[in-house]
């Protein structure tokens, strides 16, 4: 069995900062995780994949994620938040099986709402 | 280069009629999954498909709702009979593979039950 569980589910800060969002998962064997954007009445844009090669994943728009097997955590981080961040962020896992194979059902996580204050 | 099309955006139905909620997979895709998601809530998987088959349907409701994706045409996600409750976004992604593949999200259809 999978799940996420996403540590805030609202984050505020202020534009230029840095920006930390906190998600922890659990999984039987071997997952995949990914990071996904969703702005207001919109769909779910892919920010990043971590698929057991580099733990540092670096995404779209400045974005990153490390992979910590010892904390089953999956941080997103971004060293200077922006306006256009401002977003719902979701942390999501895929499970595999024992021999890698990942069956592609997602996992996600309830949700951070981030806000970006000028 | 069209992404996941999801038809239509928005659809309004009155309690004890059916929805029927469409999905066009990117090129080259084979792989579709439907997601629900409830206001205050995250997304839950519903249903995978790969072209005529369903691979998995775990996440579906025992009554009430069906997927299919048949050879020709897009993904339909159907829904007879809807209750207060069925009032969502339903977002459809696709995939190259059912493997470490990321999943392509169409825009979602937001379902209104009157």
């Known amino acids: 069995a999978q799940s996420v569980t996403q540590l805030d589910s609202h984050v505020s800060v202020s534009e230029g900062t840095p920006v930390l969002l906190r998600c922890n998962y659990s999984?039987?064997?071997?997952?995949?995780l990914f990071w996904y954007v969703q702005h207001p009445n919109k769909g779910l844009q892919l920010l990043l994949k971590?698929?057991?090669?580099?733990?540092l994943v670096k995404g779209i728009n400045g974005f990153e994620a490390e992979f910590k097997k010892s904390e089953t955590s999956f941080h997103l981080t971004k060293p200077s938040a922006h306006m256009s961040d401002a977003a719902e962020y979701f942390c999501?896992?895929?499970?595999?099986?024992?021999?890698?194979?990942?069956?592609?059902?997602?996992?996600f996580g309830q949700g951070t709402i981030l806000t970006v204050h000028p | 280069n069209a992404g996941v099309m999801q038809n239509p955006r928005h659809l309004v139905r009155r309690r004890g009629q059916e929805a029927r909620l469409r999905c066009s997979p990117m090129?080259?895709?084979?792989?579709v999954y439907w997601y629900r998601q409830l206001p205050e809530e995250g997304l839950k998987f519903m249903v995978y498909?790969?072209?005529?088959?369903?691979?998995?349907e775990s996440g579906m409701p025992k009554e009430r709702f069906s997927a299919e994706f048949p050879k020709e045409g897009p993904s339909i996600l159907r829904i007879q009979q809807v209750v207060r409750g069925d009032s969502a976004a339903y977002f459809c992604?696709?995939?190259?593979?059912?493997?470490?593949?990321?999943?392509?999200f169409g825009d979602g259809t937001r379902l209104s039950i009157l």
């Open positions: 971590y698929t057991s090669a580099a733990t």
């Open positions: 090129k080259g895709h084979s792989h």
């Open positions: 999501v896992v895929s499970d595999g099986d024992a021999g890698g194979t990942s069956y592609g059902k997602l996992t």
């Open positions: 992604a696709s995939s190259q593979t059912g493997a470490t593949q990321p999943q392509h």
């Open positions: 999984s039987s064997y071997s997952p995949s």
């Open positions: 498909l790969q072209k005529e088959n369903i691979i998995d």
